[in-house]
């Protein structure tokens, strides 16, 4: 398939990350989108999500005509059959909670209802592609996409390529992210982490051990690599902000079988998690557990 044939793209799951994804093919892409979730509810908080997203960053700040809101929110319809989904999208955007058995459950799905010629791409953080494409008839239709939170703001997706994934599936993928705005690097899938991440999660375990440490506080520790190093944003407010707290725990297992010992999720992490300053929709992270907890224990 040629990136001029593609008029639909199918996004499984409407979460976080896949309501994103699904506003930025409409916005940016002018495609139709069909978004699926196991729930009404679901799809339904997703289509809300969007609408409040475009409001507030599109059509209030004059980013966005009336009619252009109206169009882009026209574009993406909802379903909750995943076949029908299958079967609609010219492309397929998986996009569900990062863990490898309920995405593999998902591959099955997709590998039975998808069309022969339509390219899968997973939008992980670090799960391994070769692994996710053995759940379908074509792993050389099985791609990887990962896009970054927020994805309206940020330029990145990186496309992962297995050893079985076509040249043709991932010029594909390459070609529709440029379609999206985006910027593409290619990385072999046996990188754990890929590429950002790889190098990224270093400094996050660096920093999270100097905040248990009580070396200074997140906000002090932010404050220095973001003036040392000009970042624009610091790493633990980052991770407040995505909700990249409950991410790493619940990834923890996905993590060890991949790299051992050093995958497990640093006991300053777990105690977050299970205290509900997991960050993201909860509104806490590590900040507040610092100033509330942390500083006084």
Same mark, same amino acid.
């Given at each position: ?17 896949? /309501?994103?994804?699904?506003? %930025?093919? !409409? $916005? =940016? ?11 009404? *509810? &679901? ?89 996710? /494409?053995?759940?379908?008839? %074509?792993? !050389? $239709? =099985? ?11 940020? *330029? &990145? ?97 996905? $993590? ?42």
């Amino acid at each position: 398939m040629k990136i001029d044939e593609i008029k639909t793209i199918a996004v499984i799951g409407s979460g976080l990350m896949g /309501s994103q994804i699904a506003e %930025n093919i !409409s $916005r =940016v892409g002018k495609l139709s989108v069909v978004l699926w979730d196991l729930e009404d *509810k &679901l799809v339904k908080d997703g289509i809300n999500s969007i609408h409040s997203r475009l409001t507030k960053f599109f059509l209030e700040k004059g980013k966005m005509t009336k009619p252009e809101f109206d169009d882009a929110i026209r574009r993406i319809r909802t379903t909750t059959n995943i076949e029908e989904a299958s079967q609609q999208g010219d492309f397929i955007i998986e996009a569900v909670i990062e863990n490898f058995k309920i995405k593999e459950n998902i591959f099955k799905q997709l590998g039975q209802a998808t069309r022969e010629k339509v390219t899968i791409a997973s939008n992980t953080s670090y799960l391994n592609i070769t692994d996710l /494409s053995k759940a379908t008839k %074509n792993p !050389s $239709r =099985v791609i990887g996409m990962h896009f970054f939170n927020p994805v309206s703001v940020m *330029k &990145l997706v990186e496309v992962i390529k297995g050893p079985l994934t076509s040249e043709d599936s991932v010029e594909l993928a390459c070609s529709l992210a440029r379609n999206l705005g985006k910027e593409t690097v290619v990385c072999k899938d046996f990188s754990f982490g890929f590429l950002a991440n790889r190098a990224y999660n270093n400094m996050i375990e660096e920093t999270i051990q100097m905040v248990w440490e009580r070396v200074a506080s997140p906000a002090e520790i932010d404050k220095a690599l973001k003036l040392g190093y000009n970042l624009p944003m610091g790493p633990l407010e980052l991770r407040d902000m995505t909700g990249g707290w409950g991410i790493m725990v619940a990834s923890e297992e996905d $993590r060890m079988k991949a790299l051992g010992e050093k995958g497990r999720a640093h006991p300053l992490m777990k105690l977050m998690v299970r205290s509900g300053y997991a960050g993201g929709r909860t509104g806490k992270g590590i900040y507040a557990f610092w100033n509330e907890v942390l500083s006084k224990w």
